[in-house]
């Protein structure tokens, strides 16, 4: 079965460095999201990206982040400047289409910044 | 936005025990699902329930729509059970299709 991919598993920072964190989306799905989780604390969202260019952010995601898909396989999330308030656990999801699908979450990822 | 809560917050269960989780959200939804959240972080999908019924072995979940909530059922609990149950909604018209989760279930089942 299809999957959403992440990588890395598991990062460390330095306060201040950038960070690029990586998915593979499953294959035919057009529509990406960001997801972040602050340690004992509920999942919120960050960013959704459709047709190369992002349809909706949160509050959150301010200048310090970006999102890319550097080609037809690749979704990136992008931290200018760490800050010791980023250390979550990162969700990428996708789905197929716009509608009321299913969102499929990938294994996360897990910023730590020191 | 949407609203959504989750009860109860922590459940303790007795390996083989039952139980019943609930979701409650403040407006209309198109999308509904369920996540389990295991000891390494990952979020497990669970179920795509808009509306209806679904089962999948010893889970299965109701979402009324009309009356704005879900149930998870869990029937015969065993440890690997443990973990933190997520519902997260996609509210009708909702911005960007993003979806908003609640606070979380948090499950332990004793051996």
């Known amino acids: 079965e299809p999957e959403v991919t992440q990588t890395p598993s598991h990062q460390v920072t330095q306060m201040g460095q950038e960070v690029i964190l990586r998915c593979v989306p499953i294959s035919n799905h057009l529509y990406f999201y960001w997801y972040r989780q602050i340690l004992g604390q509920k999942v919120e969202f960050l960013v959704s990206f459709y047709n190369n260019e992002i349809s909706e952010k949160s509050e959150i995601f301010d200048d310090q982040f970006s999102v890319e898909r550097p080609d037809g396989s690749n979704f990136t999330l992008k931290i200018r400047s760490t800050k010791l308030e980023d250390s979550a656990m990162y969700f990428c999801a996708s789905r197929v289409g716009g509608g009321p699908y299913e969102q499929y979450f990938g294994p996360g990822t897990r910023l730590t910044v020191t | 936005g949407i609203q959504v809560e989750q009860s109860p917050p922590d459940l303790i269960l007795q390996e083989g025990a039952n139980s019943t989780l609930r979701c409650n959200f403040s407006d209309s939804v198109n999308n509904l699902q369920w996540f389990h959240q295991n000891p390494w972080g990952q979020l497990i999908n669970l179920f795509y329930?808009?509306?209806g019924t679904k089962q999948n072995g010893r889970l299965s979940a109701t979402t009324v729509a009309t009356e704005r909530y879900s149930l998870l059922y869990i029937s015969s609990s065993q440890t690997t059970d443990s973990g933190v149950y997520f519902c997260a909604v996609e509210r009708v018209l909702a911005a960007g299709n993003k979806l908003t989760f609640g606070g979380g279930t948090r499950v332990l089942v004793k051996p």
């Open positions: 329930i808009p509306s």
